[in-house]
């Protein structure tokens, strides 16, 4: 158990809907990351916050949209679903955005668009 | 931005030893790591190296060139629950950034 905790573990929506994933950090940790990783696809960044600020932004579509709250727990909003967006959904945490060096991942929410 | 290139597959006998490869191009670059994932699972951390050279922790080793842009994983007597893949990552500072950015994974299947 690595301390990351993700909500939902599973989703299964229709194409056009929006829907929220929830990442609760290990204690201590500030950092916040989330990758997608399709089935033919390596792990892909997506964003990353650091103490409620956004730190560093990878191939994350427009339609996504993510933040930290005060508590350090994060979100991320996926809208206007699209069937490629089915994946998983991981996210890490780290206790800064960049000297330490290890990432904690959490056990990922699986989303299925129909 | 970054290239990270490592092998797809690769197959090796229960007991054995195998090498995993990673090349990588980068600026900034500091630091690389490896982690394991099994299949639909998160992956774990296996490793960090940010100088030269080879990194022992019991089972798994891991050796970083900065001047090749190279690394590789060492797994020694291989055990069948080392079938999982295995990703290279590398971060690197660029834009005031610390950004990590994964390799798309090596799958070992170890066979008996």
């Known amino acids: 158990d690595s301390g990351v905790t993700q909500t939902p573990k599973h989703l299964i929506t229709a194409t056009g809907q929006r829907v929220t994933l929830r990442c609760s950090p290990r204690s201590g940790d500030l950092s916040v990351y989330w990758y997608q990783q399709s089935l033919d696809q390596g792990l892909q960044f997506l964003i990353q916050?650091?103490?409620?600020?956004?730190?560093a932004k990878g191939n994350i579509l427009e339609r996504f949209s993510a933040q930290q709250f005060p508590d350090l727990h994060s979100e991320l909003n996926l809208s206007s679903l699209e069937l490629g967006d089915s994946a998983l959904y991981f996210c890490a945490s780290s206790l800064t955005s960049g000297d330490s060096y290890e990432q904690y991942f959490g056990p990922g929410t699986r989303l299925t668009v129909t | 931005g970054q290239n990270i290139d490592q092998p797809t597959e690769m197959t090796a006998t229960e007991g054995a030893i195998v090498q995993i490869n990673c090349t990588y191009q980068t600026s900034g670059f500091n630091g690389l790591f490896w982690y394991q994932q099994h299949a639909g699972e998160a992956p774990t951390f296996l490793s960090y190296n940010v100088l030269d050279g080879l990194e022992e922790k019991g089972r798994f080793s891991s050796f970083l060139s900065r001047s090749k842009g190279y690394s590789y994983l060492l797994l020694k007597e291989l055990q069948m629950k080392d079938s999982a893949s295995y990703l290279c990552a590398v971060r690197d500072y660029s834009g005031g950034y610390q950004k990590v950015t994964f390799g798309t994974g090596t799958k070992l299947q170890v066979i008996p």
């Open positions: 916050y650091y103490n409620g600020e956004e730190r």
